[in-house]
């Protein structure tokens, strides 16, 4: 028969041709298994818990089953249906309000009843096969919201291991430093109850080390935060995490390659934008399907009679079959209001597949933008901590050797934790970067 509607012709897409901050030494590893170029098995381990444990991939899968489910209820009305019947009843007719009742026949009446039945609606117009084309749609973006779940998990999963190990290297720096200067106020002390120094550069380096005191509480309670979230994402309940490689030991990935035109066939939120357009495009088929008369064919077949014993005989054989014809001449606009609904929702759901392929290609730009500007930064910051660790060496040295006062000294110290500390941030916002790259593209 003929398909009522608009078959699915994917829109035309204004892709720009290249990305704005595409590193020329990009390599196809996009859809691998990235986070294992770091190199870490723990983190390696910590996905592969994720994925099997994660409370939000296991809902997401059980969503991909239902709307399998739903596809497999909505095709049954291709086929056709049959089921079985049985009635067993007793009756008495009042015989003052039936006088016309003739003597032969029985009062109370007993039947019983057997019969197998057939129906399937003839799908002349498509209606059947647009829904159905519709819950398939239905069901592949709910497998593409699977993967995008699983998608932003792993990223997750290693963001956060990234960060972790970006505030054990701050604590690390903040506990060096704090022995550092705790070891400076010893000897300062001594020298204040000899009275080589004045109190005002005792209190001065007990000030810098309290400094150094006061940042580790933050850090630590940081670590405790991250080691919670890190626990959620593996399915587990809160508490300490193992950790595997230092920051500074982990490999840097290769930035991958691709271009703007293949985002809309591997971005799992494009995909499931296309088959939520599918699907309300298919509904526009299925709503005017309605306007036209539905067909259907009718059977049963079984025995019937007034005693039990001769239910299965040959005389109580009955059947029919019918076909029946209907459809709509006045609703009241309610079959135009579905038809107008259905359009709006094709119309929105094509605007969203629209906003998530712009949405894609600015996150690409953004990612590979910001991975570009934090190497850069990390460069800067490195050279900075080397440049602020000799100025507090070539101080010390001349606070030694009697050329200047420990004020000198505490301004060069005062800068250099503070800049380690943004070192060591920015390094791992560095390889976060890389994992809103892979993420992304």
């Known amino acids: 028969g003929c398909m009522i509607g608009p078959d699915y012709v994917r829109p035309q897409i204004d892709a720009p041709q290249t990305f704005r901050y595409e590193e020329k030494d990009a390599r196809e590893l996009a859809d691998t298994e990235w986070w294992k170029q770091f190199g870490d098995p723990v983190l390696d381990e910590f996905i592969k818990e994720a994925l099997a444990s994660n409370k939000s991939v296991q809902i997401a899968a059980a969503n991909v089953e239902a709307a399998a489910a739903i596809l497999t209820q909505t095709r049954s009305g291709l086929f056709p249906q049959f089921g079985y019947q049985g009635n067993a009843a007793r009756q ?23 019969l197998l039945g057939a129906s399937w609606e003839l799908d002349l117009w498509g209606r059947i096969r647009r829904l159905s084309e519709s819950a398939r749609a239905n069901a ?8 995008g779940v699983i998608l ?30 705790a070891e400076s106020v010893r000897l300062f002390e001594l020298q204040f109850q000899y009275g080589q120094i004045s109190q005002l550069t005792l209190e001065q380096a007990r000030s810098q080390y309290e400094t150094a005191a006061a940042a580790i509480p933050q850090i630590e309670r940081d670590i ?7 626990s959620l994402l593996l399915g587990r309940n809160p508490g300490a995490v193992a950790r595997g490689k230092a920051l500074t030991e982990l ?19 494009i995909a499931q934008a296309e088959q939520q357009l599918i699907a ?60 107008a609904q259905a359009e709006a929702g094709q119309q929105a759901a094509l605007f ?75 390094l791992g916002q560095k390889y976060n970067a890389l994992v809103n790259i892979y993420k992304s593209m």
């Open 280 to 339: 309300a495009n298919a509904q526009i088929g299925a709503a005017r399907a309605q306007y036209f008369p539905a067909i259907s064919l009718t059977s049963a077949f079984g025995s019937a009679s007034g005693q039990l014993s001769n239910l299965f005989s040959g005389p109580a054989r009955v059947w029919s079959y019918a076909g029946v014809f209907a459809g709509p001449i006045f609703t009241g606009g309610f079959i135009s209001g579905q038809v």
């Open 140 to 147: 592949l973006a709910m497998e593409e919201a699977r993967r």
């Open 352 to 426: 969203n597949y629209q906003a998530a392929i712009q949405s894609a290609f600015a996150d690409v730009e953004n990612a590979l933008m910001g991975r570009d500007k934090i190497t850069q930064q990390v460069e800067a910051e490195a050279r900075r901590v080397k440049a602020l660790a000799e100025y507090a060496r070539l101080a010390q040295l001349k606070y030694d050797g009697g050329y200047t006062d420990y004020l000198t000294v505490l301004n060069a110290q005062q800068q250099l934790f503070p800049a380690e500390i943004n070192y060591a941030q920015n």
């Open 92 to 114: 008495r007719i009042s015989v003052r309000n039936a006088t016309s009742l003739p003597q032969t026949i029985p009062n109370p009446q007993t039947a019983y009843e057997a």
């Open 251 to 269: 490999a840097l990935p290769g930035v991958p390659a691709g271009m703007p035109s293949q985002l809309l066939e591997r971005r799992p939120d």
């Open 224 to 230: 405790a935060q991250t080691e919670n979230a890190i």
């Open 152 to 181: 932003s998990l792993v990223a997750s999963v290693a963001t956060s291991y990234l960060q972790l190990r970006s505030l054990d290297y701050q604590l690390e720096i903040a506990q060096r430093t704090l022995a550092t200067y």
